[in-house]
DNA sequence: TCCCAAAACTGACGAAACGTCGTTTTTCGC
DNA sequence: GCGAAAAACGACGTTTCGTCAGTTTTGGGA
């Protein structure tokens, strides 16, 4: 989509080249230095590039800073991407979209933080265009999560108890996320709650509510266990091995043997 | 707690009315310009007090907006404490508290976005001791809400359904709020899902996630419309009737006559 | 191959905001 | 009423952002 056409010219390249090399630094920097230690003087000096030919790729430090949040996005939109492609039941592959969504956030903490920066008064600043790239790509992910619900309604798998709507359920989905991990950033769970493993948390926590909603298969009549398996194994092998370590494949999901496994 | 002994001397008077007046004029000039058109001359000149004077009490600019957010996060927990003296069940306790932080952030966007500024990398920059005083209002309410579903177990109103912890429960809430505000902030729910009352949407949620984890009397065995009314009457008579008008108790609960009313 | 207009590059400079500090004024105990 | 200590003051130094006038590079046609 937002693709030109042909980055042939020599001149297109090295501009592009560049770009690329000024996101690494700021990056670096701003995870090692913070917002208020990325200057635009030490980006430029740690690049070799001038100062004036950096502002004329960004228009100013926040721009800088949103780029970087959009790239940090796409690739947790791409896990995100890949996991709704999970053959099976519409609920295991919800199961896959939050797993992505874990993952993610343990092994790009990085990444995790400068979409939090993002979100803070920056965005004030940046250029609409910048802001705009970074809503579409937020835009999207409540949209995947919304198709998923739809899909499942119109297969039959998720068949609302009472009266409720695909949208209302979505939201009350990305607020946990969302809730979830700024709580989690912060160190929420585990100061004042004293929760060790809030990640696990989340996971009863979206079982209950998509339990709570309609979903089939529920909870109990499922081995879900094996599905967060089975999307480790065949859908993140890479980025479960790294997070969870070799052959710990259900690690996260709490004690192994089945009669301490939580039910409901 | 905080309250330091005597503020009797006529100096602290002047000290404290000048902290005061700071604060005031900070506050305006960030609603009005955001965080980077809050400059310290500005505040400097609209107080008329000059920037060493201002440097005094402060020891720069974040300082001042995380004492803004203090400010704020205490009235929405005086808000929360008035909730929570509720008399009767538990869960319609939690109903109070619910609709105090709805009532808040209707009657009070500029506090909510305040709140939301003070979450960026401005925490970088803070003095230690007011961060401390922000995270010390925020898990604040986090425990307050975890000394309210304590209660609830320990009353046998709170009977989960399988297995679950108190801590996990509260970290949903928590997270459910948290990330809920954040959305509408952004305006998620309305842009991208097309929901038009998403705090109306967060009561449905509150409730299916109540009665998943079950937490009695249910949904179906209770009139919470009544419970609603009664809070608002009670317990936020001036609050309810700024957002909602005059005699309209029962406006933000969606159609009027039972046969709509939502069911589950 | 050379030339020249257009585009891109450069870094010294100006502006703006932050935060300080030496001087002046006020406070308060005696 | 006196003098030391605390507070007030605002001009000044520093840092960082962002710009722009002058210079270099590019690319295509004679």
Chains 1, 2 share one sequence.
Not at 85 to 105: D, I, N, Q
Not at 141 to 153: D, F, P, Q
Request: proline content about 5%.
């Amino acid at each position: 989509m937002a693709t030109d056409a042909e980055p042939i010219s020599p001149m297109m390249r090295r501009i592009q080249s560049r770009r690329k090399r000024i996101l690494t630094v700021a990056r670096e920097l701003l995870l090692q230095h913070g917002y208020y230690g990325m200057t635009m003087d030490a980006v430029a000096s740690a690049t070799g590039y001038p100062k004036g030919t950096i502002y004329l790729q960004f228009g100013c430090k926040e721009d800088v800073i949103l780029a970087l949040a959009a790239e940090c996005l796409d690739r947790r939109l791409a896990m995100i991407r890949r996991a709704i492609t999970y053959p099976g039941k519409t609920r295991a592959r919800a199961v896959a979209v939050g797993e992505a969504v874990s993952l993610f956030a343990r092994l790009r903490p990085d990444d995790s933080r400068i979409i939090h920066i993002a979100t803070g008064p920056i965005r004030e600043k940046g250029e609409a265009s910048r802001l705009d790239a970074v809503r579409r790509r937020e835009s999207e992910t409540v949209a995947v999560l919304h198709g998923l619900l739809t899909e499942a309604m119109r297969d039959g798998e998720l068949v609302f108890k009472g009266d409720a709507t695909v949208e209302e359920m979505a939201f009350g989905l990305c607020a946990l996320i969302e809730g979830g991990y700024t709580l989690i950033e912060g160190g929420f769970p585990e100061h004042t709650l004293g929760i060790e493993a809030p990640i696990l948390e989340m996971w009863w926590i979206f079982n209950r509510l998509a339990d709570a909603y309609g979903w089939r298969p529920y909870f109990r009549e499922w081995d879900w266990e094996e599905t967060l398996a089975d999307v480790r194994r065949n859908l993140f092998p890479v980025e479960a091995q790294l997070v969870y370590g070799e052959g710990c494949w259900y690690g996260d999901m709490g004690p192994k043997h089945p009669g301490a496994r939580r039910r409901f």
